[in-house]
């Protein structure tokens, strides 16, 4: 199974980007997924997730909470992030997981599956 992000780049603040997660050799179906960002030298921190099956549970974290919108399109087999009003302080390489469980859904160690990540940088 793999997870491949796009959509990074460099914006200015106060724009939106949307970012993919595209997953091939399974079914994103069966999978909650979540969205992880690591600024240089920080912690990767949790940002957004979205339930398995048609993503009912949806959670943000207090930074992103009202920017961020999480959501999948299963026939794609595709899991999206957009944020808007992007901040400076938004600047890292945003990673997407997949699991089978919800139970650490804000924690990286809750997840098995993993991206190689995209560059979003904010330009003040």
């Known amino acids: 199974v793999q997870l491949v992000e796009t959509g990074g780049g460099v914006v200015q603040a106060g724009y939106s980007l949307t970012l993919s997660c595209a997953v091939s050799?399974?079914?994103?179906?069966?999978?909650?997924v979540g969205w992880f960002r690591q600024a240089s030298g920080e912690e990767r921190e949790f940002v957004a997730a979205?339930?398995?099956?048609?993503?009912?549970?949806?959670a943000y974290s207090e930074s992103v909470k009202g920017r961020a919108t999480i959501w999948r399109d299963n026939a794609k087999n595709t899991v999206y992030l957009q944020m808007s009003n992007l901040k400076p302080e938004d600047t890292a390489v945003y990673y997407c997981?997949?699991?089978?469980?919800?139970?650490?859904?804000?924690?990286?160690?809750?997840?098995?599956?993993w991206g190689q990540g995209t560059q979003v940088t904010v330009s003040s």
């Open positions: 050799g399974s079914t994103i179906n069966i999978y909650h």
């Open positions: 997981a997949a699991d089978f469980t919800w139970a650490e859904y804000q924690s990286p160690s809750g997840y098995d599956l």
């Open positions: 979205s339930s398995r099956g048609g993503g009912a549970s949806q």
